[in-house]
């Protein structure tokens, strides 16, 4: 019971990412009721045989290096490379998908639009260890 007890996520957040990727952050306790941080990617595959996971393990010594880092690469493309990119274009996107979506679901029906990108979070636990949900029709 243990060992079950140290892979359970103590908090998930998953963000869908476009149409094939969603990322899961799972905060999980160790052995010694410390706790850890796992990124995992999980990408369907284009042929609709399963999906394909990568996993980072984050612990909690490395975690002010990992969020500087991240920051420095992140804020140097968007002020070196492309200062001119919309960067809030797909959030604007996955809000005006996700309204036309509750709307239809609201009427009953399906929604069968093509929209894409951008991300969402959400808070269920164990994310990472379940199968992605069905992705949404959603393209960049």
């Known amino acids: 019971m ?14 869908r990412a476009g149409k094939r990727r969603t990322y899961f ?17 999980s990408t369907r595959k284009f042929h609709g045989d399963g999906y394909e996971r990568h996993k980072i393990f984050l612990y909690k010594e ?3 290096r990992f969020m500087a880092g991240l920051e420095d690469a992140i804020n140097h493309v968007k002020t070196e ?7 809030e274009e797909f959030d604007r996107r996955q809000a005006e998908w996700e309204e036309r979506r509750a709307a239809e679901d609201a009427e009953g029906g399906a929604y069968s639009g093509r929209n894409g990108g ?4 959400g808070n ?3 994310a990472a260890n379940d199968e992605v949900e069905e992705e949404d ?3 960049w």
Request: aromatic share 16%.
């Open 81 to 87: 490379l492309m200062p001119d990119y919309d960067y």
């Open 25 to 41: 952050f799972d905060v999980r306790r160790t052995k010694g009721d410390d706790f850890y941080l796992t990124l995992t990617e």
């Open 62 to 64: 490395d975690f002010n």
């Open 118 to 121: 951008g991300s969402t979070g």
């Open 2 to 15: 243990e060992q079950d007890r140290r892979f359970e996520s103590v908090y998930s957040n998953k963000v």
């Open 137 to 139: 029709d959603m393209s």
């Open 124 to 126: 269920s636990e164990g």
